[in-house]
Structure formats: structure tokens, C-alpha cells
């Protein structure tokens, strides 16, 4: 049974730090793409970063630049999002996606909230 499960959201106010994981089983982790999404309320599921599957290579969002990092250990199948310097527009439901190498199989988490409040 596939599973992505995404743990370290909660409450912190601006300016502040958070570090998500995601720990995936259930399929080959180390053959998947691994991506952090969010959605805010109101509006549509962006992506925010994305890594390769040997973490050579990473991406992010124009809005996080500078602030996010994205990383992974294809040990523990986890792919982490460190978050800081957080801003109120952060707050949203952050999830983690997989997606296999040439093939159609992607993998969604269930989410983790994550609220940026003073």
C-alpha cells in the first residue's frame, strides 16, 4: 500500500521557522521526483519546490526563494521542506507529491497545515 505522510505542520508566528517531512513506502522512493505543494484557502494548489531523485537538482516557487529548502534521504524515504523567515500568505495545507521517473504514477500525502499568525 503506497503512502506519503507528512508530519511538522502547526502554528508559528511571522518570521518564524518550520521543517516538514514526508515519509514515503509503499513504492521505490528513490526513483521519484519528490515535490512540495500548498494550497491556501480560496485558491488552487501551487507548487512550491521540487528535487530530483538523487537531490541534485532542486527548484522553488518565486515566492519562497531564499526562504524555503527543499531536501531528501532516499535512507529514510523522507523529503523535508525547511521553512523560514515565514510569512502570513505561507499559510496554507502543504503536500507532498511523488512522481515516478517516465512513468504516469504519481502520489499524493493528505497534508499537513501549516499557519503563519501573530
Known amino acids: 500500500q503506497v503512502q506519503l505522510v507528512e508530519s511538522g505542520g502547526g502554528l508559528v508566528q511571522p518570521g518564524g521557522s518550520l521543517r516538514l517531512s514526508c515519509v514515503g513506502s509503499?513504492?521505490?522512493?528513490?526513483?521519484?521526483?519528490m515535490k512540495w505543494y500548498r494550497q491556501a484557502p480560496g485558491k488552487e494548489r501551487e507548487l512550491v519546490a521540487g528535487?530530483?531523485?538523487?537531490?541534485?537538482?532542486?527548484n522553488y516557487a518565486e515566492s519562497v526563494k531564499g526562504r524555503f529548502t527543499i531536501s531528501r534521504d532516499n535512507v529514510r524515504n523522507t523529503v523535508y521542506l525547511q521553512m523560514n523567515s515565514l510569512k502570513l500568505e505561507d499559510t496554507a495545507v502543504y503536500y507532498c507529491k511523488a512522481e515516478g521517473m517516465g512513468t504516469d504514477s504519481a502520489y499524493w500525502g493528505q497534508g499537513t497545515q501549516v499557519t503563519v499568525s501573530s
Open positions: 528535487v530530483t531523485i538523487d537531490g541534485g537538482r532542486k
Open positions: 509503499g513504492f521505490t522512493f528513490r526513483y521519484y521526483v
